[in-house]
């Protein structure tokens, strides 16, 4: 789904995160894409959602700067 809607695929050391970590919610607005080491951060550290969530804001659509 996020490909579909972002027009590209998703780039080598990266995922899609779901931003309120249930997996079987794909909407657009819940999915984001992140790279292997910011999802570790976000489902490993403390203010980890919160991470993730900035994410989504800052990146909507877009993928991590410098991948594609």
């Known amino acids: ?3 579909a809607e ?10 899609i995160h779901h931003v309120d970590w249930v997996k ?3 909407v ?6 992140v790279t292997v080491a910011e999802h570790e951060r976000i489902h490993n550290t ?3 959602k919160e991470f993730g969530e900035k994410l ?3 990146r909507g659509l877009s993928c991590p700067p410098g991948l594609v």
Not at 6 to 12: I, L, M, S
Not at 28 to 33: H, P, S
């Open 1 to 3: 789904m996020w490909e």
């Open 46 to 48: 403390p203010g980890g």
């Open 6 to 15: 972002a027009g590209v695929t998703v780039p080598p050391g990266c995922v």
């Open 56 to 58: 989504k804001k800052e």
């Open 28 to 33: 657009i607005e819940n999915l984001v894409c």
């Open 24 to 26: 079987t919610h794909n």
